[in-house]
């Protein structure tokens, strides 16, 4: 296999965006990579190229059968330079999303490697206002042009970057819950705990009602027994019921969030007692009717920590802290950014540095 990066420079470089408007996921750098894979050649051609459109024949696999898989990461510019946040656990689940949708393994350092080419050819892209971020999408594609429902042989692995926005430009706002109790997002042996398009698709309507209601995503309970809470929307949960601090163990339909491992691992350190077991919604009523809902949470890379401030379950409202971010979601909150942007102290060796 060829391990040799090629780098394009676009000659054609954009104007970047103004950093107090950047919103998410709107903009996107000058550059990106590129890595096929070919059956009996494996994974090759990795290159950095300008930011292009694609060119796939319509009967490519990704298409119909939604063979693909993707990752989110985000680098942050400091006063010591350009960081990660635990990159290489994303490459990590990465290959395990890919072993469940029937993708070749990719290597790791190479998809790695092609990440740090891509991020020091398009480094100014790193915005600086407080609170913003580069975010990175690592992603695969299914490219082989044939109907059959099999595994495709051949693969496109790209990554594209987009400068983002402050997620909390008014300080961070609890939001209001919808627990789901029509859809369900994914259930064990499906493909819950692999990061592939086919979840988010069928997240859209569930999202689309609650939106309509009022909420501004759903709590989603798992399929089998409409009980046990999973997700809140695309971010992982966490409930603080009489002091010990409670998220739904990963079941093989919930994704095992590398923001929802730093949180659990940041409590222990604390000595906050923090339980990965099964929760059911009934669990939670009657938690908050007797005044022991404390605080909840959802966590992921693009929110860090989402604070709950309203859950609403079969047309009742279930209002939790006052509607006001809790001291423990605070605390996460302020020391994970502290960490990610230098500003805390990192006894875990979370951030990797550009240029270290
Ligand atoms: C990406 C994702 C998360 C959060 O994962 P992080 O690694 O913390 O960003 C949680 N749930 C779902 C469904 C996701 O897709």
Do not use: C
């Amino acid at each position: 296999m060829d391990h040799n990066i090629q780098i394009e420079r676009s000659t054609n470089l954009k104007s970047k965006p103004d950093e107090s408007k950047l919103g998410f996921g709107q903009y996107y750098t000058d550059h990106m990579f590129i890595l096929e894979y070919t059956e009996g050649q494996g994974w090759h051609s990795g290159r950095v190229v300008p930011y292009q459109n694609i060119s796939m024949d319509p009967a490519a696999k990704v298409f119909h059968y939604g063979q693909t898989v993707f990752e989110g990461m985000k680098a942050y510019r400091t006063e010591n330079g350009i960081k990660l946040f635990r990159p290489k656990k994303n490459f990590e689940r990465l290959n395990r999303s890919n072993a469940r949708l029937s993708i070749p393994q990719i290597d790791e350092d190479i998809a790695y490697n092609g990440l740090i080419e891509l991020l020091n050819v398009d480094r100014d892209w790193i915005p600086s206002t407080e609170g913003t971020s580069l975010y990175i999408r690592p992603f695969i594609i299914a490219t082989e042009a044939a109907l059959g429902v099999n595994p495709s042989q051949n693969y496109l692995f790209m990554i594209i970057m987009s400068p983002v926005g402050a997620y909390y430009a008014e300080g961070v706002n609890p939001v209001k819950i919808h627990v789901e109790s029509e859809y369900v997002r994914a259930v064990a042996g499906g493909v819950g705990e692999a990061k592939t398009a086919g979840n988010y698709a069928a997240g859209l309507n569930a999202q689309e009602q609650a939106k309509e209601h009022g909420y501004s995503q759903v709590l989603w309970l798992d399929g089998v027994h409409r009980r046990y809470i999973e997700e809140v929307g695309s971010m992982n949960v966490f409930f603080k019921i009489n002091g010990v601090v409670h998220t739904p163990m990963l079941n093989g339909s919930i994704l095992d969030g590398i923001t929802r491992n730093s949180v659990i691992t940041l409590l222990k350190y604390w000595g906050v007692p923090v339980e990965e077991r099964r929760i059911s919604v009934e669990e939670l009523v009657e938690a908050h009717n007797k005044g022991e809902l404390e605080e909840a949470f959802g966590t992921g890379t693009a929110a860090v920590i989402s604070p709950i401030g309203e859950l609403s379950y079969h047309g009742e409202k279930f209002v939790i802290n006052n509607g006001e971010i809790g001291e423990i979601s605070g605390k996460v909150y302020d020391t994970i950014t502290g960490i990610q942007t230098g500003k805390v102290e990192d006894p875990f060796g979370w951030v990797v540095g550009l240029d270290s």
